[in-house]
Each structure stands twice: as C-alpha cells, then as structure tokens.
C-alpha cells in the first residue's frame, strides 16, 4: 500500500527533509495588517521585517473541513491511504477539523499530534519510516498516537516581546524579564505550551544550561535523532545546544529554521531541542 504522510506548515521540517521523506504540506493562511498569504511563502527574517512594520502578529486562519477533504482528495489521486499529522488541538481549532475531513473520506486518518514544529517532524519522520517497512496505515497511526506523548518538545526564548505581542505575556511581565535578561523555557504539556523554567545571563550560556536541564528533565532519549530548531542563533548558541546532544550520542543532529508563523510568535533568537524521550535512560 502506498501510504501519503502528510502535516500542516508549521512542521519546520527542511525542503530537504520533505523530499527525503516524501511529507506533504498543506499550508495555513496568514493574515498580517493589510496582507493575507499562504504560510512558507516569507521567510523568517522577512516575517520579522513585517512583524516589526504592523507592530503586531499575524492572524493564523484555521484551516476549514472543505480544504482538508480537497487536500486529502488530491493526495488519494497518487497514495492508497493518507495519514495527517495535525498541529496540537491545544494550540489550533484546525484539528478537528482535519479528523472530521479524515472521518468522511475511505483510508483517510489524522493524528493529533500534541507537539509543535519538529515536534511534528519527528513523527512525520517516523511514520513514513513505517510505511516504507511496510507497515499498515491503520497500525502507524496506532503507534503515532501511542508514541506522541514522548515527544519532547521545548525551546528557549531570548525575550518576551513577542509574546506580549500575541497576548500571552503581560507589560509588567515583559519589562521585568528585559530588565532582568530572564530567559523562559516553554515546553508543551498535554499539547499546551507553558512555561516551566526562567534562565538568566547571555544566550549562549543559558543555552548550555537549558540543553544540560533537558536532559536531566526529559533522560531516556531515543539516539535515533535530535532537531535543534532556532528561529535565529548565533553560531555560539547552536554550537551550546549541538554539543550537549553529541556528549549525549545522538546518531544524527539536524538543524532546522523555524518556518515564519511559529517565528513570529517566539522572536528572534529563540531555540529548541526536539527528540522522542522513550529510549534508555542516560547513564
């Protein structure tokens, strides 16, 4: 059986890494002062520039049941079966509509895939690994659903302001965090994100920090692979997070950008480490 895997844009997953594994997209639309356009289209750096511009976020619109049954339809044209992996339910109303797209169509499913940006990619990877061993649609889907509560999803931020921006910090927040160089980790707990740990000084030590907590936190790794995803980083940063996951024995570090809709509501100099947390424990 040829099996479609299949996420939405905020994946953060490389061209590269779409090709490999043969992931299909379906982009969101996004909507930033005058401006309406599909996901992927701006960069992240652009995304900043418009950001700054209108002095606020973009509107993400929900992805509605009709254009999940189309996208499904035209992916059916080449694969017996389709599996979607959703961005959260607890970050997105887009799910649901996706599984009730999923739920009229013949060998169609969706997963709710509780995570964000490559927390997305690792499971799209995952299941494509699965599907090419041969694997059934309908028991990938099993084993995506009882693996996503492993994926270890969280990043570090540099600053509040965006944010604030977006309603999810306050003024008072906001200034005592610049004046303070307060660095929140954001992690995402039953498919919502919260913030579990503040961090202090520059960021290329509190990266170093963040990735020795991780892995004390969150310590039966799967070495299989690690994503270290930024919107952007300074060489040092990466270079922080990349040697902490090779002290640990990942087979294989990828680095990726954040795609501009997760972007713009981080800010700049933000950055995540990604892994499925079900392997052995770290001696």
Same mark, same amino acid.
């Given at each position: ?16 890494? /779409?090709?490999?594994? =043969? ?35 973009? %509107? ?16 059916? %044209? ?8 959703? /961005?959260?339910?607890?970050? !997105? ?18 997963? =709710? ?5 490559? @927390?997305?990619? /690792? ?29 270890? !999803? ?34 995402? %707990? ?38 270290? !995803? ?29 795609? @501009? ?12 480490? /990604? ?9």
């Amino acid at each position: 059986m040829k099996i479609a895997i299949s996420v939405e844009s905020t994946h953060d997953l490389t061209q590269e890494l /779409l090709e490999k594994y =043969d992931i299909k997209v379906i982009p969101y639309q996004i909507n930033l002062g005058d401006l309406s356009f599909k996901d992927g289209k701006y960069s992240t750096e652009e995304m900043f520039e418009l950001v700054d511009k209108y002095n606020q976020l973009p %509107k993400t619109t929900a992805l509605n049941e009709f254009e999940y049954t189309e996208f499904f339809e035209s992916l059916k %044209k080449d694969y017996d079966a389709v599996i979607h992996i959703c /961005l959260s339910s607890g970050i !997105t109303s887009s799910c649901g509509n996706a599984f009730r797209a999923a739920e009229s169509l013949k060998n169609v499913y969706a997963v =709710d895939s509780l995570a964000l940006s490559t @927390g997305i990619g /690792l499971q799209a990877i995952y299941a494509r690994e699965l599907a090419n061993k041969g694997v059934s649609a309908a028991e990938i889907v099993e084993k995506l659903n009882a693996r996503r509560d492993k994926v270890q !999803t969280s990043f570090i931020l540099e600053r509040l302001d965006y944010m604030h921006k977006g309603g999810r910090c306050s003024s008072i927040a906001l200034l005592g965090a610049n004046l303070l160089k307060i660095r929140p980790r954001i992690v995402l %707990k039953n498919g919502k994100m919260l913030s579990d740990k503040k961090y202090r000084g520059n960021m290329q030590s509190v990266v170093a920090k963040y990735a020795e907590e991780l892995f004390n936190d969150f310590n039966t790794p799967d070495l299989s692979r690690v994503f270290i !995803t930024y919107t952007t980083a300074t060489p040092e940063m990466v270079a922080a997070a990349k040697a902490k996951c090779e002290s640990v024995g990942f087979r294989e570090i990828i680095e990726t950008h954040a795609g @501009g809709t997760i972007a713009s509501h981080c800010g700049a100099h933000t950055i995540g480490i /990604l892994y499925y947390n079900d392997g052995e424990k770290i001696q």
